[in-house]
């Protein structure tokens, strides 16, 4: 079946730091992919988001490109704030799911300090 | 800014106890989901609703879990007797019936905690 691995964290960074997120899927034909985020006390919203090969979804600062090849859709950031502090959790719709149906991975924690 | 809003967010109960989770999507969403994240993993879906249809439960414990939505807006999830190993936030979610393109909408969620 259709699954998503994300690298463990935490991920601990300074501010203005470089910020990537590695994450690969296994899944037959071509899914979509997405990234939401998690802050503190609040639930989880969609950050960004792409359904074809070779498209990069961007948001907020944040860009993540759908790698057919790799299979991968590794999360950047430039320049980390303290507010970006936060789990992350790559996602997958199946490529014949026609319900929205979204298998998530594990989430990584991303620890900003000052 | 419209908001899935989730009840309670927090319950503590003893094992084989029943507990019930109240979920009111979106206005307008005809889709709505109930997610699992047990501590350190992400998301699981327990089951999803299509107006008041399930259109998938294949991963609700049916021996114990329970979910209705019998207007078709608002839903409730029950366990009932809880185990120890239910103890995880409750998460729902949903979405609009023509974008099922899984951006999805989640409220805060409800923490259970069974001693």
């Known amino acids: 079946g259709d699954s998503v691995t994300q690298m463990e964290g935490p991920v601990t960074l300074s501010e203005e730091a470089f910020l990537t997120i590695n994450c690969t899927y296994t899944a037959t034909g071509y899914p979509s992919l997405f990234w939401y985020v998690q802050y503190p006390g609040e639930g989880l919203q969609l950050l960004l988001k792409?359904?074809?090969?070779?498209d990069k979804g961007s948001n907020k600062g944040f860009e993540a490109t759908y790698r057919k090849e790799t299979t991968s859709f590794h999360l950047e950031k430039g320049s980390v704030q303290v507010s970006d502090s936060a789990v992350y959790f790559c996602a997958l719709k199946g490529a014949t799911d026609s319900w929205g149906k979204l298998q998530f991975g594990a989430g990584t924690q991303v620890v900003v300090t000052p | 800014e419209a908001e899935v809003a989730q009840s309670p967010r927090y319950k503590i109960t003893e094992k084989s106890q029943a507990v019930a989770f109240w979920c009111d999507p979106i206005s307008g969403h005809a889709t709505l989901y109930w997610y699992r994240q047990i501590l350190g993993q992400g998301p699981e879906l327990l089951v999803q609703f299509q107006d008041e249809s399930v259109v998938d439960d294949s991963q609700l414990p049916k021996d114990r879990f329970s979910a209705e939505r019998l207007k078709g807006v608002d839903s409730t999830l029950k366990i009932q007797p809880a185990e120890l190993g239910d103890s995880a936030m409750y998460l729902c979610?949903?979405?609009?019936?023509?974008?099922?393109?899984?951006?999805?909408?989640f409220g805060e969620g409800s923490r259970l905690t069974v001693l």
């Open positions: 979610a949903s979405s609009s019936r023509d974008r099922l393109t899984g951006e999805l909408f």
């Open positions: 792409a359904t074809k090969a070779d």
